[in-house]
């Protein structure tokens, strides 16, 4: 049955209308996987002789043990973030006389070959080998490494957990932020030390095998946790229980001061309140808001003016990056509807514009108590702002005619990468980078006020040049309607 399981994965991989277009994506994934794997395995081979000779008077392999514990808070905050959950289209399958238990223990199994799984044995298999060389006793050693594996599986199923709990709160980053961040401070303040605790445990394990047994049951006491729960909620009829709630009505009468434009920005902005993947838009606002507080009260930065530009093009634009890049994605699941209706399309283009230029109005407002460090950081966000409205928000709408990658409004709002395709990647740094190199040689050569006037003037530019801009954006739009309208047909 497995065999048959793998079989209908592989015909759907290579039979989506997605996996072709992503190639030079998954390339530069693979390409970046080989260099982490080079990297474990250097770290792997070289990690014992560089603690032998910076701490001669230390044993190598206790200060490792003292370390697991930093790493596998990592590896757990790393998992929920960029781990992508093993997922299967089972709906069809509910249909046939298949056990349950048979799908359940196929997507678990999956989960254990993920990368993540693998990548940490690149490490702790060269470094057990160079403690055989250094006489270390084999079987100590070898139990060390089935214990860490054991472990790492013990992490991949907690995660399981985690991203169950996640999805029941607004904010899904929520409660591993909380989980990660409470084991750090009571370690950290040495309320209880999980260092001392996890390293004396593995060495125990390690030196008295039969108590291999802990670990493992362990695993597969978070094993069977997760089947029960995946196999409650596999059933056909799951996702068609509704949920009764209050229904709510928002009052965006105000939106028609802005003429022939309004019925779209209401569309906006109730796709922004009522789903959840849009509504971290907005909450990523108070994000983008307080990130100059990193830089700004530090000393450090005070002399970095550069910084200046990319952290008020960051705040300024925060809502323009995180919600323009993904335009017109956010109508994939109604496009078709939308581009049937007799409507104009520089209508369409104008309220996305209009809604990017207000956030990056409203959050330079938001922003100018910033000043309480220094009138240069609000001149460099007055420049910045202009530069967003007449430079960047064109930009993106122009990215936006490439975008083919279809959204799920529905899915987990914070780090979740569905949707994204190589049109994000190309745009997103740019829109940050190109700013600072603009200004960069008039301020070296000239003054900080001149290459804050570089931008002004580039962005005063744009917005003269509006019009005519958004003219051949809209006939870059028209040109591919109907391979978007295909694209955002297709599931992903």
């Known amino acids: 049955m497995i065999s048959n399981f793998i079989n209908l994965e592989w015909k759907q991989f290579f039979r989506s209308t997605y996996w072709q277009k992503s190639v030079a994506l998954n390339l530069l994934l693979a390409f970046f996987g080989l260099f982490l794997i080079a990297m474990f395995l250097i770290m792997g081979i070289a990690l014992y002789p560089i603690l032998k000779e910076e701490f001669p008077n230390s044993d190598p392999f206790i200060m490792v043990n003292n370390m697991l514990f930093y790493w596998f808070l990592t590896d757990l905050l790393i998992r929920f973030f960029f781990q992508k959950l093993p997922v299967m289209t089972v709906k069809p399958l509910l249909t046939l006389p298949i056990k349950k238990s048979k799908i359940v223990n196929y997507v678990l199994g999956k989960s254990i070959i ?45 995660n399981f957990l985690i991203e169950n709990l996640a999805s029941k709160t607004e904010l899904s980053f929520l409660p591993i932020i909380a989980l990660t961040g409470i084991l750090y401070a009571l370690n950290y303040f040495d309320i209880i030390s999980f260092t001392t605790l996890l390293s004396n445990g593995i060495m125990a394990v390690a030196n008295y095998p039969i108590m291999i047994f802990i670990p493992m049951t362990i695993l597969a006491g978070v094993y069977f946790y997760n089947f029960k729960i995946l196999k409650n909620k596999l059933y056909i009829d799951n996702s068609l229980k509704s949920k009764t709630q209050e229904a709510k009505t928002t009052n965006l009468a105000w939106t028609q001061k802005f003429g022939d434009i309004s019925p779209f920005m209401q569309l906006d902005l109730k796709l922004l309140l009522r789903n959840k993947r849009p509504r971290s838009s907005i909450f990523i606002l108070i994000i983008g808001l307080l990130y100059g507080l990193f830089f700004y009260p530090n000393p450090l930065y005070q002399d970095k003016v550069w910084l200046f530009v990319f952290v008020g093009t960051f705040v300024t634009g925060i809502f323009l990056i995180n919600f323009g890049q993904f335009i017109p994605a956010w109508d994939s699941g109604y496009y078709k509807m939308l581009m049937s209706q007799n409507i104009k ?16 109005v409203i959050m330079f407002l938001l922003s ?12 460099a966000h007055f420049a910045a702002a202009i530069y967003n409205i007449g430079v960047n928000s064109h930009v ?15 899915q987990r709002a914070v780090f979740n990468y569905q949707g994204t395709g190589a049109v994000q990647w190309l745009v997103g740094l740019p829109l940050l980078l190109v700013p600072i190199l603009i200004f960069l040689p008039f301020y070296y050569f000239i003054s900080f006020e001149s290459g804050l006037l570089a931008l002004i003037v580039l962005g005063l530019i744009g917005i003269v040049l509006h019009q005519r801009t958004m003219s051949l954006i809209k006939k870059k739009y028209l040109e591919y309607k109907y391979e978007m309208i295909n694209a955002f047909s297709q599931e992903n």
């Open 345 to 360: 399309y520089e209508q369409y283009l104008k309220s996305k514009f209009t809604l990017m230029s207000a956030s990056v």
């Open 368 to 379: 100018i108590p910033y000043v309480y460090f220094g009138w240069n950081i609000l001149l």
């Open 396 to 410: 993106i709408l122009f990215a936006g005619a490439y975008n083919r990658k279809k959204i799920n409004l529905d």
């Open 114 to 158: 993920s990368f993540f799984n693998f990548l940490l044995m690149f490490a702790i298999v060269p470094f057990g080998i160079m403690l055989l060389i250094n006489g270390y006793d084999s079987t100590i050693v070898l139990f060390w490494i089935f214990v860490l594996i054991n472990t790492t599986l013990i992490i991949n199923f907690l």
